[in-house]
C-alpha cells in the first residue's frame, strides 16, 4: 500500500476497535471468555450431544447443513459437535473441498487436480456465518434448547487451535502394549498437558502403541482401532507433541501401514538407511522391462513369455503417489504390475501385484490360470480400466492417457532390458575382461560402465531403486513427458503470485504428479528450488542417462566367452585409447590436474585425488578435434560426470540442463550443470568443481573426470551473478563465464594443438570475492560446440592416512 492507503487504513481500525472490544477480550473471544472457560463449555457441551442425540439424528443434522455424513462412529460425532458448537464449516479456500477435523487441525479432504489431492490444512477454518439448520428429529429433544442456544452465529465462540504449552487440550488417548515408560507416567503426561486417557478407543483422538507391535502383528484392541479409523501412532509422536508444545501430525508417526503379515519383513523405509541400501543394491531386478516376465510369477523358469497379441503386448506397470488423504501411508509411492504371460503347453496366466514400493513384501498377489484366451484378455483389459479409468488399447497403441482422480498412471516400458539385469555382474566381470580382444585399459574400462554396480547405486541415491519398477528402461514418450512436468511446474513458479497455503499446495500437487511418474522409494513435498534441482531434474537426467545404456548394453547375463564387451565398445561410436605417460599431453592434463584441484571434504575427512589412467576420446557425438579448432575462442575445461552417466556422454554426447533453475547446480547431476545461467552445458577451468561431481562414495573412490575443449563463440558475457531471464543467452547462444571467488593464474596458462586455452594456472583468489560462484564456470548453450577430448580416471584418497602394518 502507499503511505496515504495505510494512514487510512491504520485510521480506519482506529476506528473500528472500541466497537470490536464491546464483544470480543484481547484474545479475540466472544463475550470476553478465555480460550480455558471456551473450552471447559466445548467439553460439558460434547458430553451432553453424546448423551441425548442419537447417531442418526447427527447424520441427519450434518447432511441438513450440507456436510458429509459418512465415517466411522467417531468421526460422525466429532464432525456434529463441532458444527452444532462453533457453527458450519465452509468450503476449501484452495480447492472448494470439504474440510474435516482430525483431532489436531482441520485439513482438506478434496482433490486440487487429478494428479493430486489437496493438503491444505490449518487451525483457524472459514467458518459459515449463517444460522445451523436443525431437522425435526431433534427439535423436541432434551438438548434442543441448548442447541438453539449456538444457532445464531453472533453468539458462537471461536474454536482457539492455536499453539499452547498443552498440545493435548481437547483430545482423548488410548494406550496399547508395552511402551518406553509406563502407563501411568504417560497418564500423568498427557492429563499435565491438556489431554485425557481412555481404556477403550472408542472416540479416542489416536491409540499411542509400542513399535513391537509391528512383530507381534496386533492385538484385539489394536484391530478394533484399524476397523473404526483411528489412527495408531508410535510412543515418540507423544515425546515430540510434548518437546514441541505443539500436537505432530498424527500420520508421521503411523505404524499401522508397517505392521508385519505373516511375520514378513520390515519395509525398506523403516530399516536403518545402511540397511536399506544393502538390501537395495543387493537386491534383484523383478521386472527388466516390457517384455520381461515378473520374477515372482517363477514362470520364466518354464519357458515363460509375455502373452502378444495384434502387436500388442500385454505388461504394464502402474504407479500413484498421493499422499493427500494418507493414502501413501509409509510416504512412498505405490506400484500396480499387471502381466499375461504364456507357457509352452499350459493355460494362460494372469498375474496382478499392488503394493507399496518399500513394501514389498506385504504386496497383494494373485496369479490365475485361464483357459480361454478371450477371457483371459477381457480380464485383463477390465483390470486395465479398473486401476487407470482408461482403456486399454489406445494406450498401448497410441499412448493415448487421460490421469484420473485416485487412479494409477502407467509407467511406460520400453522394449529392452534395463541395466539392473542386462548389464554385468560381480561374478561376471573378470571373466568378461579376461575374454575381451580389446586393449587391457579400454577393455578394464569397458567393464566398469557395463557394469550393474554403477547403475545400482545411482538408482539407489536417488530412490528409484524398487525392484518391481524398471525405471531404467523406460520408453522416450514417458520421459518426455517428465520433461514437460517439470518445465512447465519450473515456469508455473517462476510466474506465479500466489503465497501462503495456495503456493504450498501448487508445491504439494507437483510433487504428487513428479512421484506418480517416478515411483520413489523417498518421495517428498518440494518446497524450493534447491530440492527440485536434486531430486527432480536430476533424478530426470540419471534416469534418462541410464536409460540409453540400458538400451546399449542389453542382455549380458548369459555368456561371456563371446566378449560382450567388445560387443558393446562398437555399438559406442567412439574410439577410445590410452595415453602414454611419457606423452606431453599426458603431462599436462596432470599438471592440469594437479595446480587445479583441492581436497573435497566430506564431515570432517578431506580426500585428495590421483590419476590412474587417461583415455584421449574421438566420439561421433562430438565435433571431432579438427572441426572444433575451426571455431572461435576454444577453451579445454574439466566437467564431472557420475560413471553411471559416462555410457551416454559417449555415445550421445552432453546434453544441456533439462531446465533452467536459480540454484548453483544439481547434487547428482550428470555433468556440472550451472543451471543458474539457463539450459547450457557448463564446465569449469577447476578440477576441484569438476571433482565434486565425479565423486562417488568413501566406499567406491573411483571415478571419471573429462576434459572437453568448448567454444565460447564470437562474443564472450562475463557475469558475477546469473540473471532473472536466461532466455536471451539461450536464444542467441552466446557463451557465458561465470566469474568465481577463486580464479586460475593466468601467467601459467598455455596453448594446445594451435589456439586452444588451457586455463591450467595455480588457483588464486579473484578480485570478485562476493561471487556466489567460488569458481570460473563456462557455459555453451549448443551441443556442437563442446567435445569431448580427455577421460581422466582417477581415485579419490583419505588425505593424512597413516596405515599401521604391525601385526
Not at 574410439?575 to 602414454?580: A, E, Q, V
Request: proline share 5%; hydrophobic share 35%.
Amino acid at each position: 500500500m502507499t503511505r496515504k492507503q495505510k494512514a487510512e487504513n491504520k485510521a480506519h481500525e482506529g476506528e473500528q476497535s472500541p466497537k470490536k472490544l464491546k464483544s470480543e477480550n484481547e484474545n479475540g473471544h466472544p463475550n470476553g471468555k478465555s480460550a480455558a472457560d471456551i473450552a471447559a463449555e466445548y467439553e460439558e457441551f460434547c458430553k451432553a450431544i453424546k448423551e441425548h442425540l442419537s447417531l442418526d439424528q447427527m447424520r441427519q443434522i450434518l447432511e441438513a447443513n450440507g456436510l458429509d455424513s459418512s465415517g466411522s462412529d467417531g468421526s460422525v460425532l466429532r464432525r456434529c459437535q463441532d458444527l452444532l458448537f462453533y457453527g458450519a464449516l465452509d468450503k476449501c479456500p484452495v480447492c472448494g473441498g470439504t474440510l474435516e477435523y482430525n483431532g489436531i487441525r482441520f485439513s482438506c479432504n478434496g482433490s486440487y487436480s487429478e494428479w493430486s489431492t489437496c493438503t491444505f490444512s490449518t487451525r483457524d477454518p472459514p467458518r459459515k456465518e449463517e444460522p445451523i439448520k436443525l431437522p425435526d428429529s431433534v427439535q423436541n429433544s432434551p438438548v434442543s434448547d441448548l442447541l438453539k442456544k449456538y444457532q445464531d452465529p453472533s453468539s458462537r465462540p471461536r474454536k482457539d487451535l492455536r499453539a499452547t504449552d498443552k498440545p493435548f487440550t481437547g483430545m482423548t488417548l488410548s494406550l496399547m502394549g508395552r511402551l518406553s515408560r509406563t502407563h501411568q507416567y504417560w497418564r500423568k503426561e498427557i492429563e499435565k498437558h491438556g489431554g485425557k486417557v481412555a481404556n477403550s478407543v472408542i472416540g479416542a483422538t489416536c491409540l499411542v502403541a509400542s513399535s513391537a507391535e509391528r512383530e507381534r502383528g496386533g492385538t484385539s484392541k489394536l484391530a478394533e482401532a484399524i476397523d473404526r479409523g483411528i489412527p495408531v501412532v508410535r510412543e515418540e509422536w507423544l515425546v515430540d507433541s510434548i518437546e514441541k508444545q505443539e500436537p505432530q501430525p498424527l500420520e508421521a508417526y503411523d505404524i499401522v501401514s508397517d505392521l508385519s503379515v505373516d511375520g514378513k519383513g520390515i519395509p525398506w523405509d523403516k530399516q536403518d538407511p545402511s540397511e536399506e541400501a544393502l538390501e537395495s543394491i543387493s537386491a534383484e531386478l523383478k521386472l527388466f522391462g516390457k517384455r520381461g516376465v515378473h520374477k515372482d510369477t517363477k514362470l520364466q523358469q518354464e519357458g515363460g513369455k509375455i502373452f502378444e497379441k495384434d502387436d500388442l503386448l500385454y505388461n504394464c506397470a502402474f504407479s500413484l503417489c498421493d499422499r493427500g488423504r494418507g493414502l501413501n501411508q509409509l510416504n512412498s509411492c505405490s506400484y500396480c504390475i499387471m502381466q499375461l504371460i504364456t507357457v509352452p503347453d499350459k493355460p494362460l496366466y494372469l498375474y496382478y501385484k499392488k503394493g507399496k514400493v518399500v513394501d514389498d513384501l506385504n504386496a497383494e498377489e494373485r496369479l490365475g490360470e485361464w483357459e480361454n484366451v478371450d477371457n483371459a484378455q477381457e480380464e485383463f483389459v477390465r483390470l486395465f480400466e479398473e486401476v487407470t479409468g482408461n482403456e486399454f488399447e489406445p494406450w498401448e497403441r497410441e499412448k493415448k492417457i487421460q490421469k484420473k482422480p485416485l487412479k494409477f498412471y502407467p509407467i511406460d516400458m520400453a522394449d529392452g532390458v534395463e541395466v539392473r539385469h542386462g548389464a554385468l555382474g560381480l561374478r561376471q566381470l573378470g571373466i568378461a575382461a579376461t575374454h575381451c580382444r580389446l586393449e587391457p585399459l579400454v577393455a578394464n574400462f569397458m567393464k566398469v560402465i557395463c557394469s550393474q554396480e554403477i547403475y545400482r547405486y545411482a538408482l539407489m541415491e536417488m530412490g528409484l531403486d524398487s525392484p518391481d519398477i524398471p525405471i531404467g528402461i523406460v520408453s522416450n514418450v514417458h520421459l518426455k513427458r517428465c520433461e514437460e512436468v517439470l518445465q512447465d511446474f519450473v515456469e508455473t513458479v517462476k510466474s506465479t503470485k500466489e503465497s501462503g497455503s495456495k503456493a504450498e499446495v501448487v508445491w504439494s500437487d507437483f510433487s504428487q504428479r513428479w512421484f506418480t511418474l517416478m515411483p520413489s522409494t523417498r518421495p517428498l513435498i518440494f518446497r524450493d528450488y534447491q530440492e527440485l534441482a536434486d531430486h527432480a531434474a536430476a533424478a530426470f537426467e540419471t534416469v534418462r542417462d541410464i536409460t540409453v545404456a540400458s538400451n546399449l548394453i542389453g542382455d549380458m547375463s548369459g555368456a561371456t566367452l563371446d566378449d560382450p564387451l567388445s560387443d558393446r565398445y562398437n555399438k559406442l561410436d567412439c574410439s577410445i585409447s590410452p595415453l602414454g605417460k611419457e606423452t606431453d599431453d599426458y603431462k599436462m592434463i596432470l599438471n592440469y590436474l594437479e595446480r587445479t584441484y583441492e581436497p573435497i571434504k566430506v564431515g570432517d575427512t578431506e580426500y585428495g585425488v590421483s590419476v590412474d589412467n587417461i583415455f584421449v576420446v574421438e566420439s561421433k557425438a562430438c565435433a571431432s578435434l579438427e572441426e572444433i579448432k575451426k571455431l572461435p575462442n576454444k577453451v579445454l575445461l574439466w566437467c564431472g560426470s557420475r560413471s553411471s552417466n559416462m555410457l551416454r556422454h559417449l555415445h550421445k554426447g552432453f546434453l544441456p540442463a533439462v531446465c533452467s533453475l536459480p540454484v548453483p547446480g544439481y547434487m547428482w547431476t550428470d555433468h556440472k550443470v550451472l543451471s543458474q545461467f539457463g539450459r547450457a552445458i557448463v564446465c569449469s577451468d577447476a578440477a576441484a568443481e569438476a571433482a565434486t561431481y565425479g565423486f562417488t562414495a568413501v566406499d567406491r573412490p573411483e571415478g571419471f573426470l573429462v576434459l572437453a575443449v568448448a567454444s565460447l563463440g564470437n562474443e564472450i558475457t562475463e557475469l558475477k551473478n546469473p540473471p532473472e531471464d536466461t532466455k536471451p543467452l539461450e536464444d542467441k547462444k552466446v557463451g557465458v563465464k561465470g566469474l568465481g571467488r577463486k580464479k586460475t593464474d593466468e601467467s601459467e596458462h598455455l596453448n594446445w594443438e594451435g589456439d586452444i586455452k588451457v586455463p591450467c594456472g595455480h588457483l588464486v583468489p579473484s578480485e570478485h570475492k562476493d561471487s556466489p560462484l567460488e569458481y570460473n564456470e563456462y557455459a555453451v548453450y549448443d551441443p556442437s560446440q563442446v567435445s569431448i577430448r580427455f577421460l581422466v580416471a582417477i581415485k579419490f584418497e583419505e588425505k593424512d592416512v597413516v596405515i599401521d602394518t604391525e601385526e
